[in-house]
């Protein structure tokens, strides 16, 4: 929802909801000119607003030019003003006759004034040298008015009460009921309950749904219509579009975008080529499939499968290339070739057969796969747990779910506890037809 006033309220509470990363968001340098538009926080604005456009209302600020009949005290009555339009994010209400003034620059009539047509001649000859516009008055600072008599009997609400927020489906909107629980002016009629209901005001016109745009909006007639035809597999052997069609199950997706852009030209009316036609009808369904497949659809799961299992196989590769080349930089197993001529080992005269690559490349390989495997089960593990990985800390946390694991298993330790302390303290009592065991 934006920022700017409104003269019908939204359906639910969208003004409570802060779209705005910073509230200096958006906002231009205090040294250019700019609206002086104040950032209200949304836990402080009016969540549900019972003074609506439509309503009347008095001022309880200001001039007494603007609150009284007589411009001077309230002997005469109060003025009233009607509710135009609201800022629900600035908690502020525009009047109907409570206006700021400032000045207006006079434009020169052009050269060519008589040449102008009428409704632009009046736009020069009706200049003056101010403009008005309505000015934000805060929520609080308004009372409504619940029966204007143009005197100093008029009554008005100066503490409303508001009944539980229900959800209306037909107008599927939430809605609720005020009351006038405290009211001041003149004497309150005997018709009216001991807290009246204020019925809330109705709009000026009935609300139309706006025309639909024939060049944003696509007609029903042109939705209903087949403009897709499906080829068989067989008709794709032999045509161009072979070489797009994915040849196997763990082949990627079509990623060229010129069938895709070629089907938008055709929907549009653009004349094409038979044979992109034919073409851009056969392989449409993939970019559809990839497009329009679920997130944890069996196609997809298995090609992440697919493609963890690839970056293993390459790591595992790399890990075997690395230890053959560091090996052979280390010039092999001569280090441990004198180590064992070393008089304190007592190994001289054995045999040592050198490693060859192969066996650096396994042993290599080898040390890896348990090394992932353990990290595998302890990632397992740690989700099975509940756990979150903290990227921060580098280790894993109890999340939501661990803790309610945790409870699980503190509740059944307690259950269990409570069956044993009740078995050992569980003894028969003598009665008829009973037999105790003797003691031992």
């Not at 802060?18 to 968001?25: D, E, L, Y």
């Not at 008005?156 to 959800?167: G, L, Q, S, V």
């Not at 280790?395 to 694991?405: C, L």
Request: charged residues 30%; aromatic residues 8%.
């Amino acid at each position: 929802m934006s920022g700017e006033p409104i003269s019908r309220l939204p359906r639910g509470l969208q003004h409570l909801v802060n779209t705005k990363s910073s509230k200096f968001a958006g906002r231009l340098p205090s040294r250019l000119p700019h609206a002086t538009t104040k950032f209200v926080q949304p836990r402080d604005r009016v969540k549900k607003w019972n003074i609506r456009p439509g309503d009347r209302v008095r001022l309880t600020v200001g001039t007494p030019v603007q609150k009284f009949l007589n411009e001077e005290d309230s002997s005469e009555g109060w003025k009233t003003y009607k509710v135009k339009q609201i800022d629900m994010e600035r908690n502020r209400v525009f009047l109907e006759g409570v206006n700021n003034v400032k000045t207006n620059v006079i434009h020169k009539f052009p050269k060519d004034f008589d040449s102008l047509t009428e409704q632009h001649k009046q736009s020069y000859t009706q200049q003056k040298n101010f403009q008005k516009s309505m000015r934000p008055v805060h929520y609080s600072n308004v009372q409504l008015c619940l029966e204007n008599r143009d005197g100093a009997d008029s009554l008005f609400a100066t503490r409303i009460k508001t009944a539980n927020t229900h959800f209306n489906v037909s107008s599927q909107r939430l809605e609720w009921r005020r009351f006038a629980a405290k009211i001041s002016g003149g004497p309150v009629p005997d018709s009216w309950d001991k807290v009246p209901l204020v019925y809330w005001p109705k709009p000026d016109k009935k609300y139309q749904l706006p025309d639909p745009n024939n060049e944003l909006d696509t007609t029903n007639s042109l939705t209903r219509k087949q403009t897709l035809v499906l080829s068989g597999l067989q008709s794709i052997i032999g045509t161009t579009a072979a070489d797009m069609f994915p040849q196997h199950i763990n082949a990627p997706p079509p990623s060229d975008a010129f069938a895709s852009d070629q089907y938008i030209h055709q929907t549009n009316g653009k004349e094409l080529d038979r044979s992109n036609t034919e073409d851009i009808d056969m392989l449409m369904p993939l970019y559809l499939s990839e497009e329009l497949s679920p997130r944890f659809a069996r196609m997809k799961t298995y090609k992440a499968y697919r493609a963890r299992r690839e970056a293993e196989e390459l790591e595992r590769d790399a890990v075997g290339k690395d230890a053959v080349d560091a090996w052979e930089a280390g010039g092999r197993d001569k280090g441990l070739r004198e180590a064992m001529e070393l008089e304190q080992v007592g190994l001289e005269g054995v045999f040592l057969k050198p490693r060859t690559r192969k066996e650096v490349r396994e042993a290599a390989v080898a040390e890896y796969d348990v090394e992932n495997e353990a990290m595998r089960q302890e990632v397992n593990m740690s989700v099975r747990e509940g756990k979150l990985w903290d990227a921060k800390l580098e280790e894993w946390v109890d999340g939501p779910k661990a803790e309610r694991i945790a409870r699980r298993r503190a509740r059944k330790a307690r259950k269990e506890s409570k069956v044993i302390e009740k078995l050992a303290r569980l003894q028969l009592q003598e009665d008829e037809n009973t037999v105790l065991p003797k003691a031992a």
